[in-house]
């Protein structure tokens, strides 16, 4: 695998090492087209704003030293310094904005919320968190799928991250639309390796299961919040497997929609 898109920065306060360890790793191991994706920055009206994510006021930053470190690798790795960044229709537009105005290349979708009224709760509402609540299962669907057809995202991270524990017929409904969005728009659908190295909800087989039987495409992501996960081989086989299991129409490297 010569390719990640997912890649993140101790600008989010939760990953570890240095910007350039984790750029030194992928060209150490092979990787030749690479991405930085941290978690988009987003401020309520009211200023709150997630500790997970870059913060606005650390932007420039963020994007001057990735342009550095690309310059010094240029001739090793193509690089390319997007983010990944929740679908929320309400502040897309203005999310869009922030991220592209300060020199970003690429989104990939990652829906850690159904809303952003979600991620303010004082209640943890985060997707990967076990609900049977049919609201929030189709609110996710709904979303994503909307995301997908913005024609703005490169791909989906870990599209499988909604942990419903209701029925399992009405979870391969909602999830069909993702999975038919993707094929329909052409934008790939990621296997998340986070999942497997933490043995997460995601990898969740009924989707893949279903991400085959529709014909979506689908990529692989690395999603490192440390340098060692700038290449990460010991997930790969994994991977492979539910690419052959479920004979998903796996792409490899994903074409990088610019922003
Ligand atoms: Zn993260
Ligand atoms: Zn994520």
């Known amino acids: 695998m010569n390719y ?3 890649t993140h920065t101790p600008y989010c306060r939760h990953a570890s090492n240095t910007a350039e360890e984790y750029v030194r790793r992928a060209v150490q191991m092979g990787v030749t087209y690479m991405g930085f ?14 500790y997970w ?24 790795i193509d690089l390319k310094i997007g983010f990944e960044m929740e679908y929320y ?14 020199g970003g290349e690429y989104l990939i979708l990652g829906q850690h919320f159904v809303s952003e009224e979600d991620e303010r709760s004082t ?18 669907a709904d979303t994503v799928t909307e995301g997908i057809r913005t024609g703005k995202f490169t791909y989906v991270a870990h599209p ?36 497997i190295r933490e043995m997460r909800n995601y990898p969740c087989e009924s989707f893949w299961k279903l991400a085959g039987e529709v014909g979506s495409p689908v990529t692989f992501g690395f999603d490192a919040h440390r340098a060692v996960d700038a290449f990460d081989e010991g997930s790969l086989a994994r991977a492979e497997e539910l690419v052959e299991k479920y004979r998903l129409n796996y792409i490899g490297r994903p074409r990088v929609i610019l922003i």
């Open 160 to 195: 499988d991250i909604m942990n419903f524990t209701g029925d399992a017929e009405l979870y391969r409904e909602e999830m069909r639309k993702i999975c038919q969005a993707s094929l329909e728009c052409d934008i790939p659908l990621e296997i998340n390796f986070l999942g």
């Open 4 to 6: 990640n898109y997912h």
């Open 37 to 50: 994706s941290d978690h988009a920055p987003y401020r309520h009206a009211d200023g709150f704003g997630l």
């Open 89 to 102: 229709p309400g502040c897309f537009e203005k999310m869009q904005k922030t991220a592209t105005e300060c």
């Open 53 to 76: 994510r870059v913060q606005p006021e650390e932007l420039e930053s963020y994007i001057s030293e990735l342009s550095e470190i690309r310059e010094r690798y240029r001739d090793k």
């Open 123 to 140: 209640v943890n509402l985060h997707t990967v968190k076990p609900s049977d609540s049919v609201e929030k299962l189709r609110a996710y």
